[in-house]
């Protein structure tokens, strides 16, 4: 897999993963990471957007929500990952700032693929705090991609040995980047 930082033309894919406090779409938000990448030719941005959210008043100030069997699930995971997602020093409105940025700056807005591990969760809380914010999607919702539907018949891609840590953002969208990659390299051998 080929990587670039000085690309003369955009990216064709993004890759979203975020870490939340609940499943619903109002959930506070932990972190949001996001690679640009082209599926075709296996090109990546390796400069991820990464950010760590301040948790802290975005139940008061924004009511965004948090579920106790979320703060249970966090409680099991590892150090690594608690650290990762409990840290954020940017409030939630400064991420999605900064987030739409990043896809407009690496993307076409209009034809850009954007993958997440369901988009059903994380792009549904991530437009549902645009929208409270009244930012305007940066991608048209025709072009959402589902990860796990796109693997789904490939178990050497599904179950592909991690080398990153679970539940932190940006390390869960390389490897979810990297599963698209190797999805669409058998696919088109």
Do not use: C
Not at 66 to 92: C, H, M, R, V, Y
Not at 171 to 184: G, M, R
């Amino acid at each position: 897999m080929n990587s670039t930082t000085d690309r003369q033309d955009k990216y064709t894919d993004i890759m979203i993963d975020m870490e939340t406090l609940d499943i619903r779409p109002t959930s506070v938000i932990l972190s949001i990471a996001a690679i640009a990448f082209n599926r075709s030719d296996e090109n990546y941005n390796i400069a991820p957007f990464d950010v760590k959210i301040d948790s802290l008043d975005q139940a008061d100030s924004y009511h965004r929500t948090i579920d106790p069997d979320t703060e249970k699930w966090w409680e099991q995971q590892s150090d690594e990952a608690k650290d990762a997602a409990f840290n954020g020093q940017i409030t939630l409105r400064h991420a999605l700032h900064k987030l739409t940025f990043f896809i407009r700056d690496n993307s076409n807005i209009e034809t850009v693929r954007v993958w997440a591990k369901s988009p059903s969760f994380d792009l549904a809380i991530l437009k549902n705090a645009l929208d409270y914010f009244k930012y305007n999607t940066p991608w048209q919702y025709q072009n959402e991609r589902d990860v796990r539907t796109y693997i789904a018949d490939s178990p050497e891609v599904r179950e592909l040995k991690r080398n990153n840590v679970e539940h932190v953002a940006v390390s869960d969208a390389i490897y979810q980047t990297t599963q698209v990659l190797l999805e669409y390299q058998s696919r088109n051998k």
